[in-house]
């Protein structure tokens, strides 16, 4: 027995169908769809991933160096690399004449917003996610970014 739902649900069945075929008919590779706190992304090739909470940047420690060469073992990377979430275009800033969100120096909270990745004309603010300070920006402001590539290193102790 089918469940009612909401006529504005993204998650209605016959909505996702249609937007299947729009995403044919344009020759869209993605779709991410946000509402409220719902969000659906479809890709071509028939995966569907649907979320029950927004997605936050991905904040993983970075894997440490070996040794080079026989000497002395380096010292662990402790730094925790902010990834970006999505495919989109990477902004330091909310427009061309304001401040960056953040610069190397400065030290963080994991609910500041560290950069912004436009996807499709929508402006998603990349939350840290992690406490520390930056020590690396890793992308050029208004350069295209991968999902999961590294955008920002943090040193979580500095």
């Known amino acids: 027995m089918p469940a009612a739902s909401n006529p504005g649900d993204i998650f209605d069945v016959k909505k996702v169908r249609q937007l299947i075929e729009l995403m044919k008919e344009h020759e869209l590779s993605e779709l991410d769809l946000k509402q409220a706190n719902n969000r659906v992304r ?6 569907v991933v649907a979320y029950s909470a927004p997605a936050a940047a991905v904040a993983r420690p970075v894997a440490p160096a070996g040794p080079a060469g026989g ?6 990377d402790r730094t925790v690399v902010i990834k970006s979430p999505m495919v ?5 800033a909310s427009g061309p004449d ?3 969100f953040v610069k190397v120096g400065d030290r963080i909270g ?5 950069c912004i990745v436009e996807a499709m004309k929508v402006f998603n603010e990349i939350p840290a996610g992690v406490s520390g300070q930056v020590v690396a ?9 991968e999902f999961g590539q590294p955008l920002i290193k943090v040193d979580p102790e500095g």
Do not use: D, M, Q, W
Not at 88 to 92: A, E, H, L, Q, V
Not at 110 to 114: A, G, L, N, Q
């Open 71 to 76: 000497g002395e073992p380096a010292a662990p």
């Open 98 to 100: 304001s401040a960056p």
């Open 42 to 47: 479809i890709r071509r090739g028939g995966e």
């Open 137 to 145: 920006i890793l992308v050029e402001n208004g350069a295209p970014v």
């Open 88 to 92: 989109g275009t990477f902004y330091k």
């Open 110 to 114: 994991p609910e500041k917003t560290v």
